[in-house]
């Protein structure tokens, strides 16, 4: 690519075989020149060495103590939830495009541990910020940006590098202000939030010279959990409730386990074991929806022999998830929405090894287990109080399931009808 030497790897036992039998050797991002403009090489997703390995080990103890997992964060999703719904059954039943509330209230799950508050669905800053963060994933997918990775000296150019970086700025100063305001009222026995675990960290290491908790550090961390956080999880989503519209027999099986199981309670996370079907239906909807086609580029941390080729240190590496997710060794139909592929012949859940949309190994994404609650919670949750349908006059053939142009792999813009069920 360029003047560099890129590997592909491809399949699932190839992609195994790196990612997750040679975690370590694989482990590396490499310089990739946008990111490396937005980034500085801080924060976790597009650090490097001692830097990513400091801030992922901070991230993942953090995200754990301010409820990941637990129920703590689990009643979070549930109170943010009813917002959600009041605000979808607010329109009546008219044809909507509820992608830009979906995304609120995934946001406000990511917020509430990043600055230990929500926001108001309307609030200006709130939606400049989902703003920001949509039309930086929308630019960061264009190809002249793709062009720029290849050929930097190219920059001076192209518009959608300074309006990414005109983003990053603003997204910076409104962080910037929240953490000078965190830092009045800091307490190392009372943290309300990731934010203020990072500035205790950053107080801790004032003595130490060449230490990891900066500002450059915390103002790239916000800013990777929060578009992690958010694009994911509501891309998920957005292209779940499409499949419910394209596939009304398949959302009256999630309606009917979901009366079965839960009746009219509010959906937990302890339901989801009782429920195979559901879970099925969501893994499905992440193997099909294969919203990150191409994993994030690697780099080699060492030289490293796989399946019989020798690879030297430094080397571009791009693991192409989506021949794992439609590897047809692994599954029975890669190129349909198929439940069954998550179920065996008794109806229960089956795990499947070739199952990775968060990718695997030592980059594997940091939320994985928050994404999961949310998908489950949210996914339900409306399901038991909404059906979904088209809008009047048109079809479930009229649905279109390709793609629009982004970094990662969104929905066309779609509009449903959510009827409060009796």
Same mark, same amino acid.
């Given at each position: 690519?360029?003047?560099? !030497? ?5 399949? *699932?036992? &190839? ?44 991230? +993942? ?9 637990? !129920? ?8 943010? *939830? ?43 800053? %709130? ?11 929308? +630019? ?61 960290? /950053? ?14 550090? +915390? ?6 959990? %929060? ?18 519209? !394209? *596939? #009304? ?24 074991? /009782? ?29 490293? &022999? ?5 690879? #030297?240190?430094? &080397? ?5 998830? &989506? ?10 139909? #890669? ?40 998908? %489950? ?5 409306? +399901? ?26 969104? #929905? ?11």
């Amino acid at each position: 690519m360029g003047h560099r !030497k890129v590997v592909v790897i491809s399949g *699932y036992e &190839t992609v195994k075989e790196a990612l997750v039998n040679q975690a370590d050797a694989f482990a590396e991002r490499p310089k990739i020149p946008i990111f490396e403009d937005l980034t500085k090489g801080n924060g976790v997703v597009f650090a490097h060495g001692e830097n990513w390995k400091v801030m992922r080990r901070f991230t +993942l103890t953090a995200l754990r103590d301010f409820g990941m997992g637990k !129920k703590a964060i689990e009643d979070r999703i549930v109170e943010e *939830y009813g917002h959600l719904a009041d605000s979808i059954a607010s329109q009546e039943g008219n044809p909507v495009d509820a992608s830009k509330i979906i995304n609120a209230a995934v946001a406000n799950i990511i917020v509430s541990i990043l600055l230990g508050k929500r926001f108001d669905y309307k609030d200006p800053r %709130f939606v400049r910020l989902l703003s920001m963060t949509n039309e930086n994933m929308r +630019l960061a997918g264009k190809p002249l940006v793709t062009m720029y990775n290849i050929f930097p000296y190219l920059g001076f150019l192209l518009r959608a590098n300074k309006a990414l970086l005109r983003n990053r700025d603003e997204f910076h100063d409104f962080v910037r202000v929240t953490f000078v305001e965190n830092l009045k009222n800091l307490d190392k026995n009372d943290q309300r939030s990731f934010i203020d675990a990072f500035l205790v960290k /950053q107080q801790e290491e004032k003595s130490t010279t060449n230490g990891y908790f900066h500002n450059g550090n +915390l103002l790239s961390l916000v800013s990777n959990l %929060f578009t992690a956080g958010v694009e994911t999880i509501s891309t998920t989503l957005n292209w779940g409730f499409l499949l419910m519209l !394209k *596939y #009304p027999e398949i959302q009256k099986k999630v309606q009917d386990e979901i009366e079965q199981v839960i009746g009219s309670n509010p959906p937990r996370i302890e339901h989801r074991a /009782q429920m195979p079907y559901t879970d099925a239906v969501i893994h499905e909807i992440q193997r099909f929806a294969n919203i990150l086609p191409l994993d994030l580029p690697h780099e080699t941390a060492a030289d490293v &022999t796989l399946q019989g080729y020798f690879i #030297p240190k430094g &080397t571009y590496i791009i693991p192409l998830l &989506t021949s794992v997710l439609k590897d047809k060794s692994q599954w029975e139909k #890669p190129d349909m929405f198929y439940p069954e592929h998550f179920l065996d012949a008794n109806g229960k859940f089956v795990k499947k090894d070739a199952f990775i949309p968060f990718s695997a190994g030592r980059r594997i994404c940091a939320g994985e287990t928050l994404a999961k609650m949310e998908l %489950f919670l949210f996914f339900t949750s409306l +399901l038991q109080r909404f059906n979904f349908l088209p809008p009047p006059g048109v079809s479930n053939s009229d649905l279109d399931l390709s793609p629009a142009i982004s970094f990662n792999v969104i #929905p066309k813009p779609y509009k449903m009808c959510a009827v409060a069920r009796s």
